[in-house]
Protein backbone atom coordinates (compact mmCIF):
# COMPACT_ATOMS: atom_id res chain seq x y z
CA UNK A 1 0.00 0.00 0.00
CA UNK A 2 1.15 3.67 -0.75
CA UNK A 3 0.02 6.11 1.58
CA UNK A 4 0.17 10.10 1.05
CA UNK A 5 0.88 12.53 3.82
CA UNK A 6 -0.18 16.38 3.48
CA UNK A 7 0.66 18.86 5.44
CA UNK A 8 0.49 23.03 5.66
CA UNK A 9 -2.54 23.64 4.67
CA UNK A 10 -4.91 26.30 6.67
CA UNK A 11 -6.25 29.79 6.71
CA UNK A 12 -4.36 32.67 4.94
CA UNK A 13 -5.15 36.40 4.24
CA UNK A 14 -5.56 37.44 0.48
CA UNK A 15 -2.01 38.14 -0.90
CA UNK A 16 -0.46 35.86 1.62
CA UNK A 17 1.34 32.33 1.80
CA UNK A 18 1.47 28.68 2.03
CA UNK A 19 3.51 25.80 1.58
CA UNK A 20 1.63 22.64 0.88
CA UNK A 21 4.34 19.06 1.23
CA UNK A 22 3.19 15.66 0.83
CA UNK A 23 5.66 12.74 1.56
CA UNK A 24 5.08 9.41 0.04
CA UNK A 25 5.72 6.29 2.04
CA UNK A 26 4.70 2.30 1.33
CA UNK A 27 5.71 -0.15 -1.23
CA UNK A 28 6.90 1.25 -4.31
CA UNK A 29 9.91 0.97 -6.59
CA UNK A 30 9.88 4.65 -7.99
CA UNK A 31 7.80 7.12 -7.97
CA UNK A 32 6.79 8.83 -11.46
CA UNK A 33 5.34 12.31 -11.13
CA UNK A 34 4.21 13.69 -8.31
CA UNK A 35 1.45 16.77 -8.04
CA UNK A 36 -1.72 18.58 -6.67
CA UNK A 37 -5.01 19.11 -7.48
CA UNK A 38 -7.76 20.95 -5.89
CA UNK A 39 -11.54 20.58 -5.81
CA UNK A 40 -13.70 23.55 -4.92
CA UNK A 41 -16.88 23.56 -3.25
CA UNK A 42 -19.40 22.62 -6.01
CA UNK A 43 -16.69 22.28 -8.83
CA UNK A 44 -14.53 19.60 -10.24
CA UNK A 45 -10.88 18.55 -9.48
CA UNK A 46 -8.51 20.54 -11.36
CA UNK A 47 -4.85 20.26 -12.23
CA UNK A 48 -2.86 22.90 -10.03
CA UNK A 49 0.43 21.54 -11.13
CA UNK A 50 2.95 18.08 -11.36
CA UNK A 51 6.29 17.80 -11.07
CA UNK A 52 7.77 14.53 -13.18
CA UNK A 53 10.75 12.59 -12.01
CA UNK A 54 13.23 13.96 -14.26
CA UNK A 55 12.39 17.97 -12.96
CA UNK A 56 9.92 19.31 -15.47
CA UNK A 57 6.79 20.93 -14.68
CA UNK A 58 3.33 21.71 -15.46
CA UNK A 59 0.77 24.29 -13.78
CA UNK A 60 -2.39 25.57 -14.77
CA UNK A 61 -2.39 28.72 -16.28
CA UNK A 62 -3.68 30.62 -13.64
CA UNK A 63 -0.99 29.12 -11.31
CA UNK A 64 1.85 30.24 -13.42
CA UNK A 65 4.21 32.88 -11.47
CA UNK A 66 2.44 32.11 -7.97
CA UNK A 67 2.68 28.81 -7.82
CA UNK A 68 6.06 26.65 -7.32
CA UNK A 69 6.20 22.91 -7.42
CA UNK A 70 9.23 20.66 -6.31
CA UNK A 71 10.48 17.79 -5.05
CA UNK A 72 12.81 16.02 -2.80
CA UNK A 73 13.22 12.31 -4.24
CA UNK A 74 15.33 11.27 -1.73
CA UNK A 75 12.54 12.11 0.82
CA UNK A 76 9.84 11.05 -1.61
CA UNK A 77 8.42 14.24 -1.48
CA UNK A 78 6.92 17.05 -3.14
CA UNK A 79 5.58 20.72 -2.28
CA UNK A 80 3.77 23.43 -3.30
CA UNK A 81 4.77 27.26 -2.45
CA UNK A 82 1.82 28.94 -2.91
CA UNK A 83 2.08 33.00 -3.13
CA UNK A 84 0.23 36.20 -3.73
CA UNK A 85 -3.08 33.97 -2.93
CA UNK A 86 -6.50 34.61 -4.09
CA UNK A 87 -10.01 34.08 -2.18
CA UNK A 88 -10.43 31.86 -5.74
CA UNK A 89 -7.76 29.69 -4.66
CA UNK A 90 -9.96 28.33 -1.81
CA UNK A 91 -10.30 24.52 -2.13
CA UNK A 92 -9.73 21.08 -0.72
CA UNK A 93 -5.91 20.53 -2.28
CA UNK A 94 -4.92 16.83 -2.75
CA UNK A 95 -1.62 15.35 -3.17
CA UNK A 96 -1.43 12.52 -6.27
CA UNK A 97 1.93 10.45 -7.09
CA UNK A 98 2.26 7.55 -10.07
CA UNK A 99 4.50 4.92 -8.72
CA UNK A 100 6.09 1.89 -9.97
CA UNK A 101 5.08 -0.78 -7.62
CA UNK A 102 7.60 -3.57 -6.25
CA UNK A 103 5.32 -6.48 -6.28
CA UNK A 104 3.72 -6.02 -10.05
CA UNK A 105 6.23 -3.74 -11.22
CA UNK A 106 3.37 -1.86 -12.80
CA UNK A 107 2.05 1.91 -12.59
CA UNK A 108 -0.37 3.06 -10.29
CA UNK A 109 -1.89 6.57 -9.22
CA UNK A 110 -2.71 7.53 -5.62
CA UNK A 111 -4.19 9.91 -3.87
CA UNK A 112 -3.91 11.97 -0.66
CA UNK A 113 -7.01 12.44 1.62
CA UNK A 114 -6.89 16.54 0.78
CA UNK A 115 -5.95 19.43 2.98
CA UNK A 116 -8.38 22.80 3.38
CA UNK A 117 -6.79 25.70 2.26
CA UNK A 118 -8.81 28.73 2.49
CA UNK A 119 -8.08 32.48 1.23
CA UNK A 120 -10.21 34.94 3.03
CA UNK A 121 -9.86 38.20 5.04
Known amino acids: QVQLMESGGGLVQPGGSLRLSCVAS????????MGWYRQAPGKQRELVAV???????TYTDSMKGRFTISRDSAKNTVSLQMNSLKPEDTAVYYC???????????????WGQGIQVTVSS
Open 26 to 33: GSFFSINA
Open 51 to 57: IARDGSS
Open 96 to 110: NAVVRLVVTSGLDRY
